[in-house]
């Protein structure tokens, strides 16, 4: 790990005040490791574990608003969150340890970065070092030619192929969450979908957000009345890993038909993948297996699975199939 100064910062003026060429800390569960396999390498980090940033509240509209230091864990075992949004809550407690859990904040997990094994390995992107284009651009990408079993089959570019390892950005992705910013140049609102960005030509660049910016807090819409919801995220081990593929569904059927419907996959796409596809394919149509087939047929359609990673666009299937059978049973 290299040298950095450290400041503390007692609120959200003062923090962006520091922010200058700075990073900001939390629960430090992504940033501290990154930095000490020099792939983040800020002079400065600014601590705003002061921010008034950690509350749970509902708006007048109906809708929830969430702090940014909100911790994972008082997120997902929020009386409020597992009444009207339990997929979040399942996306939650599907993801890392519970002492990261503990630790790590609704902002942060916003900005997890990428699993992929060649982009954590210290000397990648640097000369005689692994070719990565999101470490260091225009050095290549090795995961395409590499071992790439864990890489995305959805939104790769030529230029990178890594996953997006969230499962709370999943949830947040089918429940349209609003992200509120703040930053030298004013407040502003980014909407889920536009937060973060496909690799393209240009992987480094990784979310919505300008420098200096710092995430305030995240808005939910009021829940749709009648909608049920699940996540489900299979992975090689029961805890403690990424997902292979997940699926959260928020669903409403009416008359046995389907009326409302938002989808999103974890584990194949290199963003957390809302997948109008299926959506477009579900709405309307019977709450049926074979609705649910076809949908899953097109959530995955342009999926580019890479060597080793095939598996995944079948796995995905199943289980989106599986997560609309939850969301949609009567019983
Ligand atoms: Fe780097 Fe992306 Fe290639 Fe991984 S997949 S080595 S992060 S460019």
């Not at 609120?11 to 005040?17: I, P, R």
Request: hydrophobic share 40%; charged share 25%; with cysteine.
């Amino acid at each position: 790990m290299e040298t950095f100064s450290y400041v503390k910062a007692p609120n959200v003026e003062k923090a962006l005040a520091s922010a200058d060429g700075a990073k900001f800390i939390a629960g430090g569960t992504t940033l501290v490791d990154l930095m000490k396999l020099y792939v983040e390498t800020p002079k400065t980090l600014v601590d705003i574990n002061l921010l008034p940033l950690d509350k749970i509240e509902k708006l007048p509209d109906g809708g929830l608003r969430i702090g940014a230091m909100v911790r994972n864990s008082d997120l997902a075992w929020s009386e409020e969150v597992k009444k009207s949004y339990p997929v979040l809550s399942e996306a939650l407690l599907s993801g890392a340890s519970p002492q990261l859990r503990n630790m790590a904040t609704t902002g942060g997990n916003l900005l997890q970065r990428t699993r992929c094994m060649y982009f954590r390995e210290p000397s990648a992107g640097t000369p005689g070092g692994y070719g990565c284009n999101k470490r260091t651009p225009g050095t290549g990408c090795a995961a395409v030619d590499g071992f790439n079993r864990m890489h995305a089959v959805l939104g790769t570019s030529d230029k990178c192929i890594a996953t997006h390892p969230s499962d709370m950005c999943v949830a947040m992705a089918a429940l349209e969450a609003v992200i509120h910013v703040e930053g030298p140049k004013g407040k502003r609102t980014i909407a889920f979908a536009d937060f973060h960005k496909l690799p393209g030509e240009t992987p480094h660049i990784e979310n919505a957000l300008e420098a200096g910016e710092l995430i305030t807090h995240v808005d939910l819409p009021k829940p749709v009345e009648g909608a049920k919801s699940t996540y489900l995220k299979l992975r090689d081990r029961a805890s403690y890993e990424f997902a292979l593929a997940s699926a959260a569904v928020v669903a409403r059927v009416e008359g046995g038909h389907i009326r409302y419907i938002r989808v999103a996959m974890g584990g194949v796409g290199t963003k957390p993948w809302r997948s109008r596809e299926a959506e477009a394919a579900l709405m309307g149509k019977p709450a049926n297996e074979a609705a649910f087939k076809a949908a899953a047929q097109a959530a995955l359609a342009k999926a580019k699975p890479q060597k080793d990673n095939a598996f995944k666009v079948e796995l995905a299937k199943r289980c989106l199939v599986r997560s609309l059978k939850t969301a949609t049973a009567t019983a």
